[in-house]
């Protein structure tokens, strides 16, 4: 009976969420995006026949999936789920809420027909396949297990609209500041030492943390230097023992750090670089906006600010196996583009709606337990959320609620007076 009663009143906050979140839209695409919401986590699949059979419906599972691979193909789509998201999400990120950039691939090995496939790194297998590239933008505190997802989109080298990597990365970083604002600081790796994102940043204002390839010149001390020869001239005298799970083993690593205030070659704009050793022979470096002092705590502050981007590596993780992302079928580019945000907005439901709510969180507890996991709930507790929740909505099966959507006021009658 409990169960029966947990799983009614989460298709209703879930038929409410989507009703907030297809907002701009017709009447037909807010039952769609409903149903895509509903089904995608009661079936734990991006497949349109999984998530047809989720919906249960009274005509053939072929009109289902007809209509549904209709709708995905609607231009609006994208933009308005992931705008309304953004304006869900953005009372997560706080001033030093870390912005964390990541992105990633999907691998269609024996892909023929999909739209626009072009050559991605495999990440897992570390070879070249047909496939897309994905970006993801995930808020994170230092020192908590939260995390708020923001953004998440598809493209691909071949499309014709395709300009560069950087645009899609600097798209992003508007798209979610057109509803932050400055707050937040954006995190990345290797990849973001480039001057195309670095100088734009500072442009726009922006705050950051970008980890340093070592080769991009910097100004210290009135010298022009490297990276490298900046760090390797830099006095490391914190130490802090930390530990990384690697292939399922804990692994120390003592680390030393220390920083240098450098400046871009002509720019204004004083910064740090962060130099980390204890990783490997070469030191880690962290070039960043942010005034660091010579304290233990400000720099292990802003260490453990970078080492929280590894923990959103599992983030991406869990959306590609708890989805089955990597499994998705859709022939059309438009549809792929579209399926993005819905599948971030499942992901959002459960870390953010559930998790954070304080009058939902009884709940949650209830669909971790309702996982039925051998080993209890792991440190990333969203595993046994997804699974709670297609438990719950498998067993006590019923239809999604469609979302109230709201009238057009009937335009009223103006009424021209004339004087007697």
């Not at 970006?135 to 691909?156: D, K």
């Not at 708890?322 to 998705?328: A, G, I, P, T």
């Amino acid at each position: 009976m409990q169960g029966t009663t947990t799983a009614r009143k989460l298709r209703k906050r879930m038929g409410r969420f989507s009703g907030d979140l297809s907002k701009g839209l017709c009447a037909v695409a807010q039952r769609f995006v409903s149903e895509m919401i509903y089904g995608i986590q009661a079936s734990q699949s991006v497949m349109l026949t999984q998530i047809g059979r989720s919906l249960e419906e009274d005509i053939p599972l072929c009109k289902t999936h007809e209509r549904l691979s209709r709708n995905l193909q609607r231009e609006e789509l994208e933009g308005t789920v992931g705008g309304n998201l953004l304006g869900m999400a953005a009372s997560h990120v706080g001033r030093d809420t870390l912005l964390v950039v990541d992105p990633s691939d999907i691998t269609k090995k024996y892909a023929k027909k999909m739209e626009f496939l072009a050559p991605v790194r495999d990440g897992s297998e570390q070879e070249l396949g047909p496939g897309y590239w994905t970006l993801h933008v995930i808020g994170a505190q230092v020192g908590s297990q939260q995390m708020t997802p923001l953004y998440q989109r598809l493209w691909s080298a071949q499309a014709p609209d395709f300009v560069s990597e950087n645009e899609e990365i600097l798209n992003a970083v508007d798209a979610v500041r057109a509803h932050v604002g400055n707050r937040g600081i954006w995190v990345m790796d290797r990849g973001g030492d480039r001057a195309n994102l670095m100088e734009p940043l500072l442009d726009r204002g922006a705050r950051f943390l970008i980890r340093q390839t070592g080769q991009r010149h910097l100004v210290f001390n009135r010298k022009l230097l490297s990276a490298a020869e900046v760090a390797n001239g830099c006095r490391c005298k914190h130490r802090k023992p930390v530990v990384r799970i690697e292939q399922g083993c804990e692994r120390v690593y003592e680390l030393s750090f220390g920083f240098r205030r450098v400046y871009l070659p002509g720019r204004s704009e004083p910064l740090s670089l962060l130099v980390i050793r204890g990783f490997g022979e070469q030191p880690l470096m962290l070039l960043t906006t942010e005034p660091l002092r010579a304290s233990f705590k400000c720099l292990w502050y802003w260490v453990q600010a970078y080492l929280k981007r590894w923990s959103v590596e599992e983030t991406i993780r869990y959306v590609k196996q708890c989805y089955d992302l990597e499994n998705v079928r859709l022939l059309t580019y438009q549809s792929l583009q579209n399926l993005m945000p819905l599948v971030l907005a499942v992901m959002f439901f459960a870390a953010c709606v559930l998790d954070h709510d304080q009058r939902l969180r009884i709940m949650a507890r209830y669909v971790e337990q309702a996982a039925k996991r051998l080993f209890g709930i792991p440190d990333f507790k969203y595993y046994a959320l997804a699974d709670g929740l297609s438990c719950l909505l498998t067993r006590h099966p019923g239809r999604p609620v469609r979302p109230r959507t709201t009238k057009r006021p009937k335009q009223m009658e103006l009424f021209a007076l004339h004087p007697r």
